[in-house]
């Protein structure tokens, strides 16, 4: 390789790097932003010019954050209603791509492409008649109703998901099987699903992020200060008069966790199962 080539090459590594560093740097310093903030003290929580390490750290936002009332109750309702919802998402979509991709029955591509309609439509759009849904139904104020509107949510998109993997299986696995006595449930659940891994950790992951995050539907459908999840909780931290914005990112520091640790968990799939699907555009 000539010296000109190897200059090049330098210069194109470079160049990546430098790019890499920005990017984690625009994603990171939020993240960042919000835990340095979480350690100050309220009267410096506005200072001019921002630091961004505090000069005088303390853990009193996250012992006033943690020790507000219900504030652990709101964090075992969005734990429930999140691994319920994930649960049962990945459970009802896997199923349903499995068929949609390798059953035969009348109308299958329409059914399809109607449940895709659900994709289409901003959920903001949706409140309304899910609210007189929920209300018909006897489903406002429980854990149970936000569990069924957040399944419903997911499902259209995650089946569709799922079906481009089940299309990647080779029909010679399950004739193989067919040939060894194994039934249709038989093929699904010992032969498809552990080939489907990444995107079955794929549609864990964005179900969680959506049940735990989600506000607008739980702050419509619970009035019961008991069913309230988290997202509801620390909007609470904000007043009228007195925002301790400490405690608010503070308790966002808390909330992030769980997610963090369903990504650590599923992330080595996740990866793999992204570029598979072509989400990433």
């Known amino acids: ?62 012992i006033k954050a943690l020790g507000k009332d219900r504030f652990a109750l709101y964090f075992l309702n969005s734990v429930i209603v999140a691994t319920t919802a994930t649960a049962l998402t990945v459970g009802l979509s896997s199923m349903m791509a499995y068929a949609f991709s390798r059953l035969e029955f009348a109308g299958k591509e329409v059914v ?8 289409m439509i901003p959920p903001v759009m949706l409140i309304i008649p899910q609210f007189i849904i929920a209300k018909n139904l006897h489903l406002l104020d429980s854990l149970s109703g936000l569990i069924l509107v957040y399944i419903t949510m997911n499902l259209s998109v995650q089946t569709f998901l799922l079906r481009g993997f089940f299309d990647g299986i080779p029909r010679s696995l399950e004739e193989a ?14 032969v498809a699903l552990p080939l489907v891994r990444p995107g079955l950790a794929v549609v864990a992951i964005f179900t969680f992020l959506y049940s ?3 506000f607008p539907w739980a702050n419509v459908a619970i009035k019961e200060t008991a069913k309230r999840t988290l997202p509801i909780g620390i909007a609470l931290f904000q007043s009228e008069h007195l925002t301790e914005w400490g405690q608010v990112f503070a308790a966002s520091i808390v909330a992030i966790v ?17 570029i598979s699907s072509g989400i990433k555009g």
């Open 1 to 62: 390789m000539s010296k000109s080539a190897r200059a090049q090459s330098r210069a194109g590594r470079l160049l990546t790097y430098t790019l890499l560093i920005l990017g984690v740097a625009v994603v990171a310093l939020p993240f960042w932003y919000m835990a340095v903030t979480s350690l100050k003290p309220q009267a410096f929580i506005f200072e001019i010019p921002p630091r961004l390490w505090p000069s005088q750290a303390t853990l009193d936002n996250y």
């Open 112 to 119: 399809f492409y109607g449940l895709l309609l659900g994709m």
């Open 177 to 190: 099987a067919l040939m060894d006595g194994a039934n249709r449930w038989m093929i699904f659940r010992r």
């Open 212 to 214: 735990w995050d989600e």
């Open 258 to 274: 769980p997610v963090v640790a369903v990504f650590v968990v599923f992330q080595r799939y996740f990866i793999r199962g992204d």
